[in-house]
């Protein structure tokens, strides 16, 4: 079988076990998801929802971002980790939005690298989840699955997404890595995979080896 086909074939059964998949960072408005991304680096999405409840209260706009206190800001946003760090990049680029952007998160790759803190990874899940634009949004997740089931034997991220991109149809991407991060939190995790409750093992090279990366 060729990866083109494996991948069809875990299209198959993801969209029947994981139908519902879907970011699962809370957000209201484009500019809300790209402050949680920016918030999740090293940190895990349920712990920056509960830091993005009260952060959003305080701060409503792209405006109220770009204008903020850093050291207000840092003081909410300390739980997620490199606070410092995320502060500094959460207002530049909050600023940069607005006086080269018309206060609108871009919608193409090239002006969403321009901003502090954004990388590819970043970049793919505003464009699919905001825009519907086609992109793969590699996480550990993705670099941990896609290496075990054997559609890439790579860890740089940025040469997975584009390993993937040849493999994987357009409209499938973005649904595509939300679904290996439902399946790498409920049986492919990263010490313990279940693999005897794995839905797509008969498609893995790995499935049942003994030494995981
Ligand atoms: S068979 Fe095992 S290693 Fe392969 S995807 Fe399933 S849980 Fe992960």
């Not at 290496?147 to 997975?160: Q, S, T, Y």
């Not at 991060?181 to 080896?209: E, M």
Request: aromatic share 8%.
């Amino acid at each position: 079988m060729t990866k083109k086909e494996t991948i069809l074939k875990i299209k198959e059964v993801f969209d029947k076990v994981y139908s519902d998949a879907k970011c699962s960072l809370d957000f209201s408005t484009p500019h809300e998801l790209l402050v949680a991304v920016q918030l999740s680096a090293q940190c895990t999405d349920a712990r920056v929802n509960i830091v993005t409840k009260e952060l959003f209260k305080k701060y409503t706009s792209v405006y109220d971002f770009a204008q903020a206190n850093e050291e207000e800001l840092c003081a909410i946003i300390k739980p997620c980790g490199f606070f410092r760090t995320k502060g500094k990049n959460i207002i530049a680029s909050s600023k940069k939005i607005i006086s080269d952007f018309g206060g609108n998160v871009p919608n193409n790759m090239e002006d969403l690298l321009s901003l502090a803190g954004v990388g590819r990874k970043t970049a793919n899940l505003i464009l699919g989840d905001v825009y519907g634009i086609p992109g793969l949004v590699i996480d550990t997740h993705a670099i941990r699955l896609t290496n075990r089931i054997g559609l890439v034997n790579e860890k740089d991220p940025v040469k997975i997404e584009f390993a993937l991109k040849k493999i994987v149809p357009s409209d499938y991407q973005t649904r595509f890595c939300h679904q290996l991060v439902y399946h790498g939190r409920a049986i492919c995790n990263a010490a313990k995979p279940v693999c005897t409750s794995c839905p797509i093992s008969h498609l893995c090279k790995k499935k049942n080896v003994k030494k995981f990366i």
